[in-house]
């Protein structure tokens, strides 16, 4: 089976996860992280989902699947115990049309969805095809340990620095050439280090500006407090 790996703007687009367990909660977070207005359907919700209910971050409807449940969503999550309630959540969304994802089927997706590394506005998917979600999540942990949150700060950086090329640099092709000299740098491994001086004569060399004239927040980086690292799945 042949996958296209895209990134889908999420942002208020409404889904339904149908479960309450784990895997059900994994996939309601993701879909929260992403923006989207989530919908969860189950008798019972474990613990992270019925604290995300209690929150108001999600709307439960505390009962089982039931036909035309589907009905006015863009995506759909299948993770329930029952093969019956799968097969009958799948036979709707292909009736509807709606994109669907059942747990640990992959014959009965629409969509897969990958194991990410997440370091700020860098997003690294990892998939098997669904030939070993463990395996994918094995490769996750080991670029997790590759790539430091430098790789965040580095983002936040050359972000600013292509706002600030387009006020001040009128040509195209002088901002492209500039923004790609400083991402070939060794601008993350001066963030990596911490080495503040290093990264302000990198950016005056490329650009003609430094962090100050970037406005761009580094929060406590340089001081070199410990950062969390948001894991992917």
């Known amino acids: 089976m042949g996958y296209l790996p895209i990134y889908v703007a999420m942002d208020g687009l409404p889904c339904v996860v149908v479960g309450g367990g784990a895997i059900a909660a994994r996939k ?16 019972r919700l474990g613990p992270e989902l019925a604290a995300m209910a209690q929150a108001a971050a999600i709307v439960h409807h505390a009962r089982k699947f039931a036909p035309g449940d589907l009905r006015g969503f863009d995506f759909a999550f299948a993770a329930t115990d ?3 309630a799968q097969r009958e959540i799948f036979s ?22 990958p194991a990410i590394v997440r ?6 998917a990892v998939s098997t095809s669904g030939a070993s979600p463990a395996i ?32 001040n640099d ?20 001066r963030l990596r280090d911490k080495d503040r001086a290093g990264v302000e004569r990198l950016l005056t ?11 761009v927040d580094t929060g406590d980086w340089f001081q070199g407090a410990p950062h969390a690292v948001a894991r992917g799945r």
């Open 28 to 43: 309601a977070a993701q879909l929260l992280a992403a923006g989207a207005i989530v919908t969860v359907i189950s008798p």
């Open 82 to 84: 029952d093969d019956g």
């Open 92 to 113: 709707e969304a292909r009736v509807l049309g709606v994109m669907l994802n059942v747990a640990d089927a992959p014959e009965l997706c629409d969509f897969i969805v």
């Open 119 to 124: 370091r700020g506005d860098l997003q690294i």
């Open 136 to 167: 994918a999540a094995r490769v996750r942990r080991e670029l997790e340990e590759r790539l430091g949150y430098e790789y965040a700060i580095t983002l936040r950086l050359m972000r600013a620095a292509r706002a600030y090329l387009f006020a």
């Open 170 to 189: 009128p040509g195209l092709d002088s901002r492209a050439k500039k923004l790609t000299a400083l991402a070939e740098s060794n601008l993350i491994e």
């Open 205 to 215: 060399a490329y650009l003609g500006a430094g962090l100050d004239a970037l406005a």
